[in-house]
């Protein structure tokens, strides 16, 4: 093998041509190579170049703020975005909605499985993920502004079914991270949370003939590894920057985390109370729909609680959590370390965790919900004044056998609190999040009845679930009016179930 040249982080954005495509690898901060794109950044503010680019990325990769794929939203460096989550950078979100570059928003998993077609010379990637979505061309095609007008979605049928081909194209550059290299190039994940996509991604660009690009925090002998810890074979690798500790966080909230990348029992550890209120109130009912031995994913923000309720109860063993990034086992990190697990049993690449998840792997998973209309269907990908993304959302949520949304009944200024056997409303949200028909269909109601999914909807005040007709109203908190503090919050009205419960008290303890 040739020895791989060792080269700085300006020179690798040097190598970057206008008009290159570009795929970068990681998870929120998680394997992310912040040193990389931020070098880019700057190379184009100092030269004018690279422009044009087409940015193409599974997992959202940022802070919200400044870091990760916020470097690329500067006007001009960026001619096209294909994209599985968008919420993490919103300086990139902004030249979409000012439409200043065209945009595309896919489900991640099908990105992260992109890569292997573009890898093998195949035309693409064929899914069901995401028909009857915004993504399905009858719809959108996938497409976030009026500049956005290629097709890069195809409805195919075959033997009767239908299908969705998310079509193949040429990568030219790869920036990927990992812990060590060697001087062949062999890279190793020694202190990374997640291996992301990053075969996939090495694998696809190599055969295209183009550029893969490795960030890691250290050099190390030559045959000194375990040939199977190499995640990146040098075959694959064209230049390695050594980075700065400060661009090489294990998350954007932790410099290293030693948890993140070992075994351990997890019912040792101890997780905070979630404190009282809604989001207690929610994740303890969704609690409740968790059966022994279930596969489960958590979605960041309030499912994440769900986590907190079984290890309260001393349950947290009786399931198995897993996070669309790669970790099986374990407990999910939250926040700027979402991505990662403490003690998981194992780490698989992004790619195979979306295809147990598409195949019907998971027994249940818990999502967020922005807001809902009467069909069932739930937006959290598009807004009139933003642009969040799908990320893992379509996947997990079309293929679990039973999905559960989660969050608070109107959004807003919502405040609560549980007193003498009743909950009370002091200050109701500004935003009812059940409307008549959301402004992006994200997960479709009517593809879930068709596939007789499970669909429930848990809020503080009121549960539904989904039937043949629309959503049906079968819990309701005590204390709480029916008209004034649920039907008069609804763009709808709901089926009222004919045995309409009383939420248990124990949700609310």
């Not at 394997?31 to 087409?54: D, K």
Request: glycine letters at 12%; aromatic letters at 8%; hydrophobic letters at 40%.
């Amino acid at each position: 093998m040739e020895k791989v040249k060792v080269i700085s982080a300006s020179e690798a954005a040097a190598m970057i041509e206008n008009g290159s495509t570009v795929a970068i690898g990681g998870f929120v901060g998680c394997a992310h190579p912040e040193g990389l794109t931020a070098a880019v950044e700057t190379y184009f503010l100092e030269n004018g170049t690279p422009r044009g680019l087409t940015l193409v990325y599974a997992a959202g990769q940022g802070d919200g703020k400044t870091l990760g794929l916020n470097h690329f939203g500067r006007e001009g460096m960026l001619k096209r975005v294909v994209g599985g989550h968008w919420n993490l950078a919103p300086a990139m979100g902004q030249l979409a909605l000012d439409n200043k570059i065209e945009a595309y928003n896919f489900p991640q998993g099908v990105i992260s499985q992109l890569f292997r077609e573009i890898a093998a010379g195949n035309p693409g990637r064929l899914t069901h993920v995401g028909l009857k979505t915004f993504i399905d061309p009858r719809n959108d095609g996938g497409k976030l502004n009026k500049r956005t007008t290629e097709d890069l979605v195809e409805l195919i049928e075959i033997d009767g079914r239908e299908w969705l081909l998310y079509k193949a194209f040429p990568v030219n550059i790869g920036l990927l991270r990992g812990t060590s290299s060697d001087s062949f190039g062999n890279i190793s994940f020694e202190n990374e949370v997640i291996s992301a996509e990053v075969m996939a991604i090495a694998t696809a660009v190599k055969n295209c003939g183009g550029k893969v690009i490795v960030q890691v925090e250290r050099m190390v002998d030559d045959y000194s590894r375990d040939p199977k810890s190499i995640q990146i074979p040098g075959l694959y690798v064209d230049a390695v920057v050594i980075s700065k500790p400060s661009e090489h966080m294990q998350t954007y909230a932790e410099q290293f985390n030693p948890n993140y990348v070992r075994q351990g029992d997890i019912s040792s550890l101890t997780l905070p109370r979630m404190e009282d209120g809604p989001r207690r109130y929610i994740a303890k009912r969704a609690f409740q729909e968790i059966c022994s031995e279930d596969i489960v994913n958590l979605g960041i923000g309030l499912p994440e609680g769900v986590a907190q309720i079984a290890m309260e109860q001393g349950k947290i063993d009786d399931m198995t959590l897993t996070v669309e990034s790669g970790p099986i086992g374990g407990i999910p990190a939250s926040g700027l370390s979402f991505g990662a697990s403490t003690f998981p049993h194992a780490i698989i690449d992004q790619p195979y965790m979306f295809d147990f998840y598409d195949g019907g792997g998971l027994d249940i998973a818990f999502l967020g919900m922005a807001e809902s209309d009467r069909s069932g269907n739930v937006n959290v990908s598009k807004f009139s004044d933003r642009i969040a993304g799908v990320g893992g959302f379509m996947n997990i949520t079309q293929n679990a056998k039973k999905v559960v949304f989660t969050g608070t009944f109107t959004a807003g200024g919502l405040k609560i609190a549980f007193k003498n056997g009743k909950l009370e409303i002091i200050n109701e949200g500004r935003v009812d999040k059940f409307v008549n028909s959301v402004e992006h269909v994200t997960f479709s109601g009517d593809y879930a009845r068709e596939n007789k999914q499970t669909v429930m909807y848990i809020t503080e005040r009121a549960i539904f679930r989904l039937t043949d007709s629309g959503l049906e109203l079968i819990e309701i908190a005590p204390g709480i009016d029916l008209d004034r503090d649920i039907l008069g919050h609804m763009g709808f009205k709901p089926q009222i179930s004919d045995n309409l419960k009383v939420m248990s008290l124990t949700m609310f303890e």
